[in-house]
């Protein structure tokens, strides 16, 4: 049964889709909008993956930190293709235990509990999807708002709320 619905939900969330879309006005407004929605989710997560989370490695270990991406880029590619951190996870401990020669027992500890805690994708989309909604609606948010959004979309990603 659960493979049927896997199979389908494709062609369910299609017609979803575009009766939205069909229901859209003017379509040239939409699509800037989305279009400047996905630029902007995909530049919060690019400064998060390439400029903080590096950054905090360097402070923290005195190394280089693209290093290691180097290393795991099976496992980050198997990322972006499954969207998955439980998919991901038997690559990412090949590379942790045979790459980078990490003790088994580290690893086989450390990664299904980070799979499973690090939610930092649903952060940043909780922090942002908030404001293109409320933007797109002709809704004007205080500084107050927006920072009860952030605050609300870093605790959705620490207890690991999915979307």
Same mark, same amino acid.
């Given at each position: 049964?659960?493979?049927?619905?896997?199979?389908?939900?494709?062609?369910?969330?299609?017609?979803?889709?575009?009766?939205?879309?069909?229901?859209?006005? &003017?379509?040239?407004?939409?699509?800037?909008? @989305?279009?400047?929605?996905? !630029?902007?989710? +995909?530049? /919060?997560? =690019?400064?998060?993956?390439?400029?903080?989370?590096?950054?905090?490695?360097?402070?923290?270990?005195?190394?280089?930190?693209?290093?290691?991406?180097?290393?795991?880029?099976?496992?980050?590619?198997?990322?972006?293709?499954?969207?998955?951190?439980?998919?991901?996870?038997?690559?990412?401990?090949?590379?942790?235990?045979?790459?980078?020669?990490? &003790?088994?027992?580290?690893?086989?500890?450390? @990664?299904?509990?980070?799979? !499973?805690?690090? +939610?930092? /994708?649903? =952060?940043?989309?909780?922090?942002?999807?908030?404001?293109?909604?409320?933007?797109?609606?002709?809704?004007?948010?205080?500084?107050?708002?927006?920072?009860?959004?952030?605050?609300?979309?870093?605790?959705?990603?620490?207890?690991?709320?999915?979307?």
């Amino acid at each position: 049964m659960i493979r049927l619905v896997m199979w389908y939900s494709p062609l369910g969330i299609l017609f979803l889709v575009m009766c939205q879309i069909m229901s859209t006005t &003017d379509m040239t407004k939409t699509g800037q909008t @989305l279009a400047i929605y996905i !630029t902007t989710e +995909m530049a /919060g997560l =690019a400064i998060h993956s390439l400029v903080v989370l590096p950054g905090l490695y360097c402070v923290l270990t005195r190394k280089n930190p693209y290093a290691i991406y180097l290393k795991a880029t099976q496992a980050l590619l198997t990322a972006f293709a499954t969207s998955s951190s439980a998919a991901t996870l038997p690559v990412t401990m090949q590379c942790v235990e045979q790459r980078m020669k990490m &003790d088994t027992r580290i690893s086989r500890f450390i @990664l299904p509990v980070g799979a !499973t805690v690090n +939610m930092d /994708g649903a =952060a940043v989309f909780a922090a942002i999807a908030p404001v293109f909604i409320a933007q797109y609606n002709g809704i004007s948010l205080t500084f107050g708002d927006v920072i009860i959004i952030r605050y609300v979309g870093k605790l959705v990603g620490f207890l690991g709320y999915r979307f």
